[in-house]
Structures are given as structure tokens and as C-alpha cells.
């Protein structure tokens, strides 16, 4: 019995057609028009409607989606998923102001999300002074001292991550 390639098309009796998007010794993984992404066994009962050849040069699905999510943790702002912690979730900030103006109410879970982009961002910053080619070291130096400010700055908020490798941290006292 000879494999099919990744791009193979086929019709399966029951999930209709589909491309193969990986293969394996006893599985293709195949995306289906109606059903999407399904595995089923390499001698299961389906019809080829276009064979491609088992090219061991070929990219997987899985493997083109891995490349990107490594691309775009490389080049964006966020660079993992971070936790809430649990006593937080589905709660809500309020903001009451001194005067009779209203109430200003947000979802913490929102003020959680920018104070991370906030902390990410300060990361970011970071990387790109320190790996700067147009700052001397005292330059960077004195750039860091005030980015480890910011971050004691914003320890407060630390009461809202789950873990404490997330935590901002300062300068600590000696």
C-alpha cells in the first residue's frame, strides 16, 4: 500500500471530503470541508480523488503552524499567556470619583489585560535598549535604571497575577 502525500486529496464515506494536511505511519490527518480537521487510519475505507506522493520533503500542517506562532512570538508584543489569579475572574473594577459624577466600571479581567501589555511592552523596550547599537553601556545603563523604577512602580498590581513569575519587580533594598 503506498501513502499518500500531504495535498492528497480524498472522499471519506462519512466526514465527505477533505485534503490531507499530515501524515504518520498509521494516521492521516485530513481537513474536511465539512467537518474540519479529523484523523482517520491510513487503511481506512475512502476514495482518492487525487494522489500526491509521500514526499519526505513535504510540510505538515502542523509544522507550518508552528513556524508562525514561533514568527509571531518573535515579533510581537506578547510573548506568553499569562494568568489571572483565580479570586479576580469574572470580577469588576469600579472607579468612584470624589464628586457626584458617575461611576466609571470596568471588567478586571480587562484591566488585567492592559496592565500585561503594559508590562510586556516595558520588556519590549528593554530588549531593544540593550541590544542597541546607537547607546553607549552608561547610556543603557542609566535607561535600565529608570525601566526597574517603573516596574517597582506597578508592584502594586501584582496582587492580580496568579503565579509569581509574572510578578513586576523593582529595585529591592539591600
Do not use: C
Request: proline share 2%.
Amino acid at each position: 500500500m503506498k501513502l499518500l502525500g500531504i495535498g492528497s486529496r480524498i472522499n471519506h464515506p462519512e466526514y465527505g471530503k477533505g485534503v490531507v494536511t499530515n501524515v504518520s505511519s498509521i494516521h492521516y490527518w485530513v481537513t474536511f470541508l465539512e467537518k474540519g480537521l479529523e484523523t482517520i487510519n491510513i487503511d481506512a475505507d475512502f476514495e482518492v480523488i487525487e494522489a500526491l506522493e509521500d514526499d519526505v520533503d513535504s510540510v505538515s500542517f502542523f509544522d507550518v503552524e508552528s513556524s508562525l506562532v514561533k514568527i509571531l512570538e518573535k515579533w510581537s508584543d506578547t510573548h506568553e499567556k499569562v494568568a489571572m489569579a483565580d479570586k479576580w475572574k469574572g470580577g469588576k473594577l469600579i472607579l468612584e470619583p470624589d464628586d457626584n459624577t458617575s461611576n466609571k466600571e470596568m471588567p478586571i479581567d480587562t484591566f488585567f489585560h492592559k496592565i500585561v501589555m503594559v508590562r510586556d511592552r516595558i520588556r519590549v523596550m528593554e530588549q531593544k535598549i540593550n541590544s542597541s547599537k546607537n547607546l553607549d553601556d552608561q547610556e543603557k545603563v542609566d535607561l535600565q535604571q529608570y525601566i526597574t523604577r517603573i516596574y517597582g512602580s506597578l508592584t502594586s498590581f501584582n496582587v492580580l497575577f496568579k503565579t509569581k513569575n509574572d510578578y513586576f519587580v523593582g529595585e529591592r533594598s539591600k
